[in-house]
């Protein structure tokens, strides 16, 4: 294999230093998405942790979140305290994580970010998220992975009461 990526190998750093202890793997193709990534390891999309940064008013704010799961970002920003959360810029992206969308890591960021995970997860013994890179993954438990990055939880659904069907 050849020299791996730079943000891989600065992610299984700061990994080993908070003691992690799943695998990473790098996948022959990008896993820029959850589907991507569930069928090239051979599990549930809903065992894909996604992590997705978004713009709170110029503050990062990083949810873990199902691949089974939309974000619904009015509910959140309300359940979270914040006044508005947007879909952040490639610019704020790689600003904030050193990372690329698709490839964004729960942890290994320039700055802590306030990191809030979907309970939806713990439903899975193995959760896979991004390891910095589009075409690395880690292996974590759900407990792990709060231990890992400090998060709270937050149900990530719409308010039952304005639910349709899910898919």
């Not at 952040?88 to 050193?98: C, D, I, L, M, N």
């Not at 990191?115 to 896979?128: A, E, G």
Request: proline share 7%; net charge negative.
């Amino acid at each position: 294999m050849s020299s791996e990526h730079a943000s891989i190998t600065s992610f299984r750093g700061e990994h080993t230093r908070r003691g992690g202890t799943g695998e990473v793997v790098i996948l022959p193709d990008s896993a820029h998405t959850a589907a991507l990534a569930a069928a090239a390891l051979g599990c549930e999309v809903g065992a894909i942790a996604n992590s997705l940064l978004f713009d709170a008013g110029g503050e990062p704010v990083l949810i873990l979140t199902s691949g089974a799961h939309r974000v619904d970002t009015a509910a959140v920003a309300e359940r979270i305290g914040v006044e508005r959360l947007r879909r952040a810029s490639p610019e704020f992206v790689r600003e904030h994580t050193g990372q690329v969308i698709g490839g964004v890591s729960p942890i290994d960021h320039p700055a802590p970010v306030r990191t809030w995970i979907d309970p939806w997860l713990r439903r899975h013994p193995v959760v896979w998220a991004a390891a910095g890179h589009p075409a690395a993954v880690f292996s974590t438990t759900y407990d792990e992975l709060v231990a890992l990055t400090g998060a709270t939880e937050v149900d990530v659904e719409p308010p039952a009461s304005s639910t349709g069907q899910q898919a």
